[in-house]
């Protein structure tokens, strides 16, 4: 995939991502990016931390035998912001396989 397609590639889960926590209650997603600004300054993370957040997303979905965008709304639907940061840092495969 060339440079341009796959920045094109994360800009869309990226979008995703805003979309998915834009319906988690503002207090919530400010503690989560907290929470991921933390992992990402204990862990090499490559050019951002959203880098970084994907890079995890993807083996999650690797693991899940899922799209990354399923894994994105799966992480997305924890209930609690430790529910999703022990999915996300274990690399958790939460979902069955299809």
Do not use: N
Not at 66 to 83: G, H, P, Q
Request: net charge negative; aromatic share 8%; glycine share 8%.
């Amino acid at each position: 995939m060339d440079y341009a397609a796959e920045e094109a590639r994360i800009a869309v889960l990226q979008d995703l991502f805003r979309e998915e926590l834009g319906r988690w209650p503002v207090d919530r997603r400010k503690e989560l990016l907290g929470e991921l600004v933390l992992w990402g300054s204990v862990v090499p993370i490559g050019r951002s931390l959203w880098h970084g957040v994907l890079s995890q997303i993807e083996y999650i979905a690797r693991e899940s035998r899922v799209s990354t965008e399923d894994a994105i709304r799966a992480l997305c639907r924890a209930e609690t912001v430790d529910s999703f940061m022990l999915a996300f840092q274990g690399g958790l495969a939460l979902l069955p396989s299809s």
